[in-house]
């Protein structure tokens, strides 16, 4: 399917792109919570895999302590949460190499299986979709999807190194 193939028709003003974006946001809680439900994890628990996976995927190292202001709790919630992930196989830790006190956390192969797993079919669902883009298609939505990504960081806080 081409953008300019749509029976529907493409957004044409900046409101129904930006009520298509909000959609986008909404499928993806929704798929959020089922990913939770399918994995057993309780709302903090997925939140602090999506938080880990992501910033581990742009090489950014994740320690308890970030892991504790993106959740929005106490050191020792954030322990408990740290606790029942490990003890379920989804993280590990290691040793902080800047500071021989402090752990960095890391998920597990068996993390990301269970998560590609809990995704289903939806994965092999866009990977069709967006094959089937023209060249100068995936350009635009490429730059489009960076130019919105840059304007959400400039309204967000940088992690902690």
Do not use: C
């Amino acid at each position: 399917m081409s953008i300019d193939d749509d029976p529907e028709g493409s957004p044409r003003t900046p409101i129904e792109l930006l009520e298509a974006m909000s959609g986008l946001q909404t499928a993806d809680a929704l798929l959020r919570w089922r990913m939770r439900d399918r994995l057993q994890l309780k709302a903090n628990e997925i939140v602090a895999i999506e938080y880990l996976a992501r910033l581990l995927n742009i090489g950014q190292p994740v320690r308890a302590l970030d892991l504790a202001r993106a959740l929005g709790v106490t050191n020792s919630a954030t322990s408990v949460i740290v606790a029942s992930l490990m003890k379920r196989g989804f993280l590990t830790r290691s040793d902080n190499p800047r500071d021989g006190r402090g752990h960095l956390l890391h998920l597990t192969p068996e993390a990301m299986t269970a998560i590609a797993d809990s995704l289903g079919d939806s994965r092999a669902e866009l990977r069709e979709l967006l094959a089937g883009l023209s060249s100068r298609e995936s350009k635009r939505v490429v730059v489009l999807l960076h130019a919105i990504t840059d304007s959400l960081n400039h309204g967000g806080l940088v992690p902690a190194a």
